[in-house]
């Protein structure tokens, strides 16, 4: 079996699922991971000419012996929002797509939607079973029409998939209204890389006080800003350190003394990083976005046995003997107070620690490859032979 996995994140940026899932794939099968295109030439220029974007470059090319990276060039802008571009720009990514799969002699393959909008790739790329990642309400990032449009391409996607996986109940239970074989198949990490009892501290965490309130992850509009800067001067014994790429509207952060924006780091640098954390942050903001939303960090702090304070979202509920979970600004406040006061009492600290890292390793992506192959075996066509790499 040979899996064509179109991500809706570029590789070589901040860890997330879909990468996490290409290369557990790449274990046993032939991956060919496309990166999303960008959608305007001067974005293009800018990546490839101004911040050097070498990793971006197009075409095809190897990154290890069962994984291939397949960057399209720049396409027709909104496309995303509008049936008319999105076929255009799609047909024309399915020509790259369908080449490098004869240049690469695949043969059984699995073709891996992670865009919702992107169900027309089914029409010109040639695959045995097609499979939907549903990993966010995509609709929830636009407004108006362009969340209508979304919507229904979206919904097409879900309707023609052979397999829906779905990363929450939220998820799920919307597209179940659409598809039978839709699974569950929540996030994870990578055990090994927190198993590691020695990690060394960062050079560049030495110098920040503890201690430490600190959040991974990209510094998106999902997060909520003003309750990092609350925070920050609430607990101005405390430096808030956050791990990630930063929008440039949220860089007044650095302004406060006791703020560190680090920039995003190579994945595997990110649990010596979370490991000099004394409190864990996911400070999101409440919406229809969130509310489906099985967020990796939280099982990456886990995982090192940190305290967890959170927003609340149903994914979450079922560790709130776990975690600190808030419903507004307030709330969160006091849940930090509450977990800086956890090694008052070190016998407890400890007890939390280790059932924490028990969640942290109950969920690795080592499990989660061997659900999916087991959902790929199962509603492999009867037909076609299920080949594993060469």
């Not at 290409?22 to 032939?30: F, K, Q, Y």
């Not at 101004?50 to 197009?58: D, K, L, P």
């Not at 609709?139 to 929450?168: Q, W």
Request: charged share 25%; proline share 5%; glycine share 4%.
């Amino acid at each position: 079996m040979d899996v064509i996995y179109v991500g809706a994140v570029n590789w070589h940026e901040i860890g997330q699922r879909p990468q996490a899932i290409a290369s557990g794939l790449a274990r046993t099968h032939r991956v060919l991971y496309v990166n999303p295109a960008f959608y305007s030439l001067p974005r293009y220029v800018h990546d490839r000419w101004v911040r050097r974007g070498s990793h971006r470059r197009r075409g095809l090319r190897k990154l290890s012996s069962n994984l291939w990276i397949l960057s399209p060039p720049p396409m027709l802008p909104r496309a995303r929002t509008s049936s008319l571009l999105s076929g255009f720009n799609l047909y024309n990514a399915a020509r790259m797509i369908a080449k490098a799969r004869e240049e690469l002699e695949f043969e059984k393959t699995v073709l891996w939607v992670a865009e919702g909008w992107a169900a027309q790739l089914a029409n010109w790329v040639p695959h045995d079973l097609l499979v939907y990642d549903c990993v966010d309400n995509v609709p929830a990032f636009h407004r108006g029409y362009a969340s209508r449009v979304v919507r229904k391409l979206e919904n097409r996607l879900i309707a023609r998939s052979d397999v829906v996986l779905c990363t929450s109940e939220g998820l799920l239970a919307k597209c179940q209204k659409l598809n039978g074989n839709c699974f569950l198949v929540r996030n994870g990490i990578w055990s090994e890389r927190y198993m590691n009892r020695n990690l060394n501290e960062p050079s560049e965490m030495a110098a920040i006080s503890r201690p430490i309130l600190g959040f991974v992850g990209y510094l998106g509009s999902w997060v909520d800003v003003d309750l990092l800067e609350e925070l920050a001067r609430k607990f101005a014994e405390c430096s808030v350190v956050l791990v990630g790429p930063v929008r440039a509207r949220h860089a007044g952060l650095s302004r406060l003394s006791n703020v560190f924006l680090l920039g995003m780091k190579p994945h595997e640098d990110v649990p010596a990083y979370i490991n000099t954390f004394d409190v864990c942050l996911i400070p999101f903001r409440r919406d229809a976005l969130t509310a489906d939303v099985n967020p990796i960090k939280f099982y990456e702090y886990c995982a090192l046995g940190k305290p967890v304070v959170s927003s609340e979202m149903p994914e979450l509920l079922r560790y709130r003997e776990m975690c600190y979970l808030a419903k507004n600004r307030e709330e969160f406040l006091s849940c930090v107070s509450k977990a800086l006061a956890e090694n008052a009492s070190p016998a407890t600290a400890r007890e939390l620690a280790r059932r924490r890292q028990a969640i942290g390793i109950e969920n690795s992506w080592e499990h989660r490859i061997s659900e999916i192959n087991a959902i790929l075996a199962r509603h492999w066509p009867r037909e076609a032979s299920l080949l594993t790499a060469r």
